[in-house]
């Protein structure tokens, strides 16, 4: 939630010159972060432990979004919104302009549910309301082209992963479908070389699906929104979150090298 890191000579597995050789310094990615409880978290730790510069940005509390000069990668993280609801959060709409120039190769971003349900309007797709939320951990399977992708070449053909969604994504055309398993099918993907989006949670583990779980029971139980306890819900969670980093961290350390690989093409960034 580039010089093109998805169709780079560089072999996919990150063997390509540290961004150092080029430019002198790490990667700088900027986190857009729409409202409370919803932090890059250990994804964001993962990009850290990975050499990025990771900064956050929070335009629900008037901060600027900054231009593609000021970062080389960025990250677009979840929300309660929708990719559309533009009159509650105004800073929706420039969003989707950062994420339509993401898609057509000016720089490397990865968003996650709500930001790639933006990613996925801001290429041409659509989103669909629910009948019922998928809430909690589910298993996702990598579809066969995953498997050439720069980032998600790194998951597991089949992996844990936390979901908490009501929209659902329907595609544009000239997404590339890498991650399904569930009814709701587009479980992850990438427009153009170097523009991903996920609809699971990436980052989420018992912290934050416990802020998650009592954010919802303020407004109804979550027995009645998920169909089962607050309480069961965030310890499978808890139980799964080693499982969790064993599949999901490598797709920090796969988009910092796609990051990484943008910096080499491109030096004077």
Not at 192 to 219: I, M, V, Y
Request: aromatic content about 6%; hydrophobic content about 45%; glycine content about 10%.
């Amino acid at each position: 939630m580039t010089a093109n890191p998805g169709t780079s000579s560089h072999p996919a597995d990150g063997s390509a010159s540290h961004p150092g050789a080029a430019s002198g310094r790490a990667p700088r990615l900027v986190a857009v972060q729409h409202e409370d409880g919803t932090d890059a978290n250990r994804f964001g730790r993962w990009l850290a432990a990975a050499g990025a510069d990771v900064r956050t940005v929070r335009p629900d509390r008037g901060e600027a979004l900054p231009g593609p000069a000021e970062f080389d990668g960025l990250v677009v993280l979840g929300g309660a919104l929708g990719p559309l609801d533009d009159e509650q959060a105004p800073w929706l709409a420039p969003v989707r302009e950062l994420l339509a120039e993401s898609a057509a190769g000016a720089f490397p971003s990865f968003s996650i549910c709500l930001g790639g349900e933006l990613l996925a309007v801001a290429a041409g797709g659509t989103c669909t309301h629910r009948a019922y939320p998928q809430v909690g951990l589910h298993t996702v399977e990598a579809t066969a082209r995953a498997a050439e992708d720069p980032v998600f070449g790194a998951a597991p053909a089949e992996f844990p992963t936390v979901l908490w969604h009501e929209e659902q994504i329907e595609l544009p055309e000239r997404a590339v479908l890498l991650v399904t398993g569930t009814d709701a099918p587009v479980q992850a993907f990438r427009v153009g070389p170097c523009a991903w989006g996920t609809q699971f949670h990436p980052e989420a583990g018992r912290e934050l699906a416990a802020h998650w779980a009592a954010k919802t029971n303020e407004h109804a139980s979550m027995e009645d929104y998920a169909g089962r306890p607050a309480e069961a819900v965030v310890e499978e969670i808890a139980a799964a979150e080693r499982a969790l980093e064993t599949a999901q961290a490598p797709l920090a350390r796969a988009f910092v090298r796609a990051v990484r690989r943008g910096l080499t093409a491109h030096p004077a960034r």
